[in-house]
């Protein structure tokens, strides 16, 4: 088994999707979190400049979706088929643009909070009619088993809630599906036990 060391801030974020994997997959890794202080330091030092990165027996691997079709690689989690991983693949890019879009990082209070209730507001609803009309009937997004997708769902829709606690109130499929993957034993274990965290 290779040594695994995760390396981003105290936050769930961008290393969370990662995070899920391992914990599912019960894959011991380091869980390095950074404070925002100390980054500086460290970015200079990273490939690309960004976080997170997975050290895999020290090479470091960047970009959390690469790093997430890496670890569910041979697993069910990236789908049973090659048609399924594509699948897998088309729901996380969609969720990932929409993600994208927010921003994140803008200093100016009054342009954060116009652009994410813009998005929240007048994007949002059409996203989440289309994941919708996509799970139809269904347990899960893809095939018949939880996939990374459903993870990736999960993550999203509880950061967008922070700042839209009514968000998926006329989605009840999709909070449905939320749910199912908080009560994975080994996703809900991850979550009792993760340092809580606004993001």
Partial sequence: MPNYKLTYFNMRGRGEIIRYIFAYLNVKYEDHRIEQVDWPKIKSDLPFGKIP???????????????ARYLTKNTDLAGKTELEQCQVDGIV???????SRFPW??????VKDQVFNELLT???PHLLQDLDTYLGGKEWFIGSSVTW????WEICSTTLLVFKPDLLDSHPTLMMLQ???QAIPAIANWIQRRPQTKL
Avoid: N
């Fill in 149 to 152: 997708a459903d993870f990736y």
């Fill in 122 to 124: 007048h994007d949002a």
């Fill in 53 to 67: 990165i997975l050290e895999v027996d020290g090479l470091a691997l960047h970009q959390s979706l690469a790093i």
């Fill in 105 to 110: 990082a803008e200093k100016k209070q009054e």
């Fill in 179 to 181: 749910k199912r993957v």
């Fill in 93 to 99: 890019d969609t969720l990932d643009d929409f993600m």
